[in-house]
């Protein structure tokens, strides 16, 4: 045997770093240290350093992998190990981006620990320094009595676990479902809470006994209140997700958490093609189970609350790993471009990406208005691009690839959108995605009238009530 040591260190700071490390043995299998936090989800199997490593090795051709979230290059090597004679490696990690430094910050609003993790201090600590996250955000939930890790940690900023460069706070999810696994109104996370909003479920997460009441929306009011951030989760599934976004009771939209959905976007931009104004944001749900994040832009060094109000305002872009950013006549994503109908507006996009990028694509109103196909070892470049305007709308660009990252997720980013305001008639966007929208709300209204559980009838006439605001919303389109 010979002892195999490592220290991880950014190259440019020269600082200790935690990082993920994976040793593969000569016959191919992992090599670890006894007791090593392991990473959890799909793609290559990791465990977790402290900036430090040591594993006991066998003679033969090891290969060495270190990873560190998405602005570092991996780092790997191939050495020879000889019996009896310890090696000891520097490894020197490097960015290929700084985006930190131009004033643009990740976070994960979105990540619990289920009732089987047993280290979730040890854990905790290291998602949001190995994920190299600015904002980390887990949250409490309920379902049934699972003893949930996370659901131990008090609400707000977590102290422990927060410093100059990483935030990293607890929140609530609010959900309901109409049955153990079928959504039902959705759920929601809420951020930047000070207290707990109650309840956190409803209905058949809580026993079989519980009503299908209170609606999401009041969670919503309740965190709004508190100073909070709404964000709705998956897409936008559930029955009272277009309610509530139509009544301006959430703040951003979650796309793609957290790994195993498809990449998923229709829900999202039938809400922007209504003119309803929702930022990009993204988290990874089960545990840091993906590289999805979201940045925000501060304008300058990481501050929560600019954090935050990057969010709110929609300057952001999600991604697994890529940066992209875009402009519309100058204006930045979140801003709002005033034009005539028969107008044309510039949309400007760049990106840049560890991984190759295949194809970059313009959507305005849902359609793609504008495609650079790309050669498969391209990882950054710049095009512009002229999109006619029929009416008010809406901009953005997203990019994506067949390649994947250790997570085995294929390549992808999307920016939140320019909104355009032009006078005249609706679009037929618009039209067709409120019409969309109206029906949706009727098939729910019917739900909450013939099967949905209350314990009286103001309950229920509530909940109703509720969803034809919302619908009368959409039906002003028409």
């Not at 600019?306 to 999600?318: A, K, M, N, S, Y």
């Not at 029906?439 to 509720?466: C, P």
């Amino acid at each position: 045997m010979a002892r195999l040591a490592g220290e991880i260190r950014d190259a440019a700071t020269g600082e200790c770093v935690e990082a993920r490390v994976q040793v593969l043995q000569p016959n191919g299998e992992h090599l670890m240290p006894a007791n090593a936090m392991k990473k959890v989800g799909p793609g290559e199997p990791f465990f977790y350093s402290d900036g430090q490593f040591s594993v006991d090795a066998r003679t033969g051709y090891h290969r060495i992998l270190v990873e560190r979230g998405t602005e570092y290059r991996p780092w790997s090597r191939t050495v020879s190990l000889i019996e009896g004679r310890d090696m000891a490696v520097d490894v020197a990690l490097e960015r290929w981006a700084d985006l930190p430094e131009r004033g643009w910050h990740p976070g994960n609003t979105h990540i619990h620990y289920d009732e089987k993790e047993t280290r979730p201090d040890e854990r905790l600590r290291y998602d949001s320094r190995v994920e190299d996250l600015r904002m980390t955000a887990i949250s409490i939930l309920k379902r049934w009595d699972l003893k949930y890790a996370t659901n131990k940690y008090p609400i707000g900023v977590l102290n422990d676990y927060t410093d100059t460069h990483h935030y990293v706070q607890n929140g609530a999810e609010s959900r309901h479902n109409q049955q153990p696994w079928e959504i039902g109104y959705g759920h929601v996370m809420l951020l930047n809470i000070r207290n707990m909003v109650s309840p956190m479920s409803r209905g058949v997460l809580v026993d079989a006994f519980d009503p299908d009441y209170p609606p999401l929306s009041y969670a919503c009011d309740d965190a709004r209140r508190q100073g909070g951030l709404v964000i709705w989760c998956h897409n936008g599934q559930g029955m009272e997700a277009p309610v509530a976004a139509a009544l301006g009771k959430v703040d951003a939209m979650n796309l793609f958490d957290p790994y195993w959905s498809d990449v998923e976007y229709s829900l999202w931009y039938r809400m922007l093609n209504c003119g309803i104004k929702l930022p990009a944001s993204t988290g990874s749900d089960w545990f840091v189970c993906s590289a999805n994040r979201v940045y925000s832009q501060t304008g300058g060094a990481f501050r929560y609350e600019q954090w935050l109000q990057g969010v709110r305002e929609g300057r952001t872009f999600i991604t697994n790993g890529p940066a992209i950013f875009m402009t519309v006549n100058g204006a930045a994503p979140g801003e709002t471009v005033q034009a005539r109908p028969g107008d044309s507006v510039e949309v400007a996009v760049s990106w840049s990406s560890h991984y190759p990028i295949e194809g970059v694509e313009i959507v305005s109103n849902g359609r793609v208005a504008a495609t650079k196909k790309l050669l498969r070892d391209s990882s950054s470049g710049s095009f512009t691009a002229t999109v006619k305007v029929a009416s008010s709308g809406w901009v953005a660009a997203r990019l994506g690839s067949t390649v994947r990252d250790s997570f085995a997720q294929p390549i992808w980013a999307h920016t939140s959108p320019v909104y355009l305001q032009a006078d005249g008639a609706q679009g037929e966007e618009a039209v067709a995605s409120a019409q969309w929208f109206v029906e949706a709300i009727d098939r729910s209204m019917e739900w909450v009238r013939a099967k949905g559980r209350f314990y009286t009838d103001a309950q229920r006439k509530e909940v109703s009530d509720l969803f034809r605001q919302g619908q009368d919303v959409y039906r002003r389109l028409l």
